[in-house]
């Protein structure tokens, strides 16, 4: 589900109510759990979608499985259900989690590799990464075993690819040429 204008609306709120009481990191990661939750969950998800549920029965379910949240996150539920916006609740906690990122200071590099991520690859791309930026750095690693090896590395609007399929592709290119 894409960013809406509302679901973004929702999250600056909930960062600025969460930085004001000193609870930012503590919601972030009733968010991450939330949004990690609902994604691995299909009948959470219809649960949450269904407009055939009740907003209360709603409110009491999600208040039930996140019930170590914080209060503000508890507070949010509450909000959804006065202003019938379940819908929205994937996509607050994932627009919470890039807000509360920039906020401080964490860019997220998407690297994409044949296999999955090690160690001593990690640093290496971190190593390249830091290159292009100055602020921390988390890593988001996708595999995707068509690039048959190396990395591409995504930063913002930047990319870098090191990959093996690159290196052919250009290679069949000054070829035929």
């Known amino acids: 589900m894409g960013m809406s204008r509302a679901s973004i609306r929702y999250a600056k709120a909930i960062l600025e109510m969460a930085q004001s009481n000193g609870a930012a990191d503590e ?12 994604q ?13 549920i009740k907003g209360e029965v709603k409110e009491n379910a ?17 909000l959804l259900k006065e202003n019938k916006r379940f819908i929205l609740l994937p996509a607050i906690a994932t627009s919470y989690k890039e807000l509360n990122d920039v906020a401080n200071g964490v860019q997220v590099a998407t690297v994409t590799t044949a296999i999955a991520i090690d160690a001593a690859l990690e640093a290496k791309v971190l190593a390249k990464i830091k290159e292009f930026s100055d602020k921390k750095i988390t890593l988001k690693n996708i595999v995707d075993p068509s ?6 590395i995504r930063l ?22």
């Open 62 to 78: 999600l208040k039930e499985i996140f019930a170590g949240s914080n209060t503000i996150t508890q507070g949010l539920f509450q």
């Open 27 to 38: 919601v972030a990661g009733d968010m991450a759990l939330i949004a990690e939750t609902v």
């Open 147 to 152: 690039i048959i090896g190396g990395f591409i």
């Open 156 to 177: 913002g609007d930047i990319q870098y690819n090191a990959s093996v399929a690159n290196r052919l592709t250009r290679l069949k290119r000054e070829l035929s040429n």
């Open 40 to 52: 691995n969950n299909k009948e959470l998800e219809e649960f949450i979608m269904s407009p055939n």
